[in-house]
């Protein structure tokens, strides 16, 4: 058997204050929604270098998306669990 879950990343770009958000957002066909949002920020003396603002937005979301995801298999498992000890 064979799945495919797919990360999607959406960017916000805000060149006025320098900001970065991204939200990455998980598809697995689950009714769960599980998402994570990182932000980035330049420092107004760096250069010009909006890739490097997007990457780590991304990361971060990642990283957030991550945790969630994490968040979300130990309810599932603790569920789980539960049902196993009631006899479920």
Do not use: C, Y
Not at 28 to 53: F, L, Y
Request: proline share 5%.
């Amino acid at each position: 058997m064979s799945k495919r879950w797919t990360v999607e990343i959406e960017f916000d770009e805000h060149p006025e204050t320098r900001n970065t958000r991204a939200e990455a957002r998980l598809l697995t066909g689950d009714p769960r929604d599980v998402r994570g949002v990182g932000r980035s920020w330049r420092n107004p003396h760096d250069a010009e270098a909006p890739a490097i603002g997007d990457e780590l937005a991304a990361a971060r979301a990642l990283a957030d998306l991550a945790d969630h995801l994490r968040a979300v298999a130990g309810e599932d498992l603790e569920a789980a669990n539960d049902q196993a000890s009631h006899g479920w």
